[in-house]
């Protein structure tokens, strides 16, 4: 059996296990332009003191650790909920109306939701008896409206808005410890001949991303690093309790 070079693709998916059992579905993570494996070793040396020259009596190598690294390409709202310890949530398009919020002149009024400019919009005082005017008091941006400098809208002034919220998805970061994952890579050999690969990582705990890009030149990226951990459910002779990888001749 022998595999004389790889150049691998495929598609990965993702799994919350608990107690060896996955606990939904295995879920595809969109284009990946890397997955990797690294092994850390903890040596222990016995040296020989007996003779000047030194050396080596005895060595004993066991395995610390074994890391997975994933450079994704699609940044979705469930992938940033695995980067950032985060829940994801759908929202659907709806009208809302009285949302209340404080206004400055030249500041931003986020609004509570993303706003479909494409629909009626509309920005009153507290009491709801005026109807400010759009590019006089107020300009409409992607998350809300400025206030214009020169407008009737006061310093500190309550204004209360109405619009439709755009079908979207809302991630709170940093809201759990981290879910343990099933990782299985779907994949085939390029370089030989396009034959089926599979890698099952049977329990990964990724870390909290240590690099995501929000603005910048080039296509964004989303770096998951995370440990490959035992797997105590699984139990038989010769099966490994972390990593099957499993290549056609």
Known sequence: ???S?????GQIYLGVVSNGALTGKLAAIGNVDKLS????ED?????DYTSAGGGTTNKIIRIKSIDASITLRDISPDNLAIALRGTSAAITS???TSEAHTAYKGGLVQFAFIPDTTQTLTVKDNAE???YVKDTDYTVVRNGVVILSGGAITDAATVKVAYTKKAAHSLEGLVNSGFDYRLV??????AQSSKPVSVTLYRVKFSPTAGLDLIGDDFGKLDLKGSVLQDTSITGTGLSQYV???MVD
Request: aromatic fraction near 6%; proline fraction near 0%.
């Open 37 to 40: 494996l690294a092994v850390a």
């Open 244 to 246: 099957k990888i499993s």
């Open 1 to 3: 059996w022998r595999i």
């Open 185 to 190: 890579f779907d994949g085939l050999n390029e």
């Open 129 to 131: 008896t005026t109807t």
């Open 43 to 47: 040596t222990k040396e016995l040296l």
């Open 94 to 96: 709806a009208s809302v």
């Open 5 to 9: 070079a790889t150049l691998a693709s």
